[in-house]
């Protein structure tokens, strides 16, 4: 790169990659990632600024930057649904939605399932269900029985399964599809 292309300011890229989680903003990717692409290109903008700026892995910042096979409209969308989903959910309910997407695409902790993301389930300790009453709010999950119909402790059950709705598939797939969530 022969152009004179100043440094993208330390406190701006930290903002950047926190905004996607320092993972890639593809909702079907989410590997880790610390680089930086430009939604609209450095060469005709000449300046850094937030919203212009997304984490990408290296491999889709080629896709995107270089062989131009991502729509620069989808990753504005990518860009603006990171917005929605970090202003509203938790950090665990943002890992449940991406679990959602990695189901929907076919693979869970790297390998293939069935594409059927209404066939996962999330079962978390009683305490922590406070952290997904954002998605339980918006009707996105719901209370399923659990493989064992949830593990108890003399009356009390300790842990509580969630699975996705109807309302909470299409959510996933309107996210990984670049679509505008919750309009
Ligand atoms: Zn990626």
């Known amino acids: 790169m022969a152009e004179d292309r100043t440094k993208i300011p330390t406190p701006l890229r930290r903002e950047v990659l926190e905004e996607a989680g320092y993972a890639c903003a593809i909702p079907v990717c989410r590997i880790a990632t610390v680089e930086i692409a430009h939604i609209e290109p450095w060469s005709k903008v ?91 709010k918006d009707g996105l999950i719901r209370k399923g029985l659990g493989p064992s119909g949830g593990l108890r402790v003399g009356h009390q059950e300790m842990e509580h399964t969630y699975v996705l709705t109807p309302k909470g598939i299409e959510f996933v797939r309107q996210w990984q599809d670049a679509e505008p969530l919750l309009e």
């Not at 997304?54 to 860009?79: F, M």
């Not at 929907?104 to 594409?115: D, E, F, K, S, T």
């Open 46 to 136: 000449k300046e850094h600024t937030f919203d212009n700026l997304i984490a990408l892995c290296p491999n889709h910042h080629t896709l995107y930057d270089v062989e131009k096979k991502i729509p620069k409209a989808s990753v504005l969308r990518y860009k603006a649904n990171l917005a929605v989903l970090n202003g509203r959910y938790s950090d665990l309910e943002r890992r449940v939605l991406e679990d959602a997407v990695a189901q929907r695409y076919g693979m869970a902790n790297g390998m293939p399932v069935p594409p059927d993301p209404g066939m996962r389930q999330w079962t978390v300790h009683r305490g922590m269900g406070l952290l997904l009453s954002h998605l339980l």
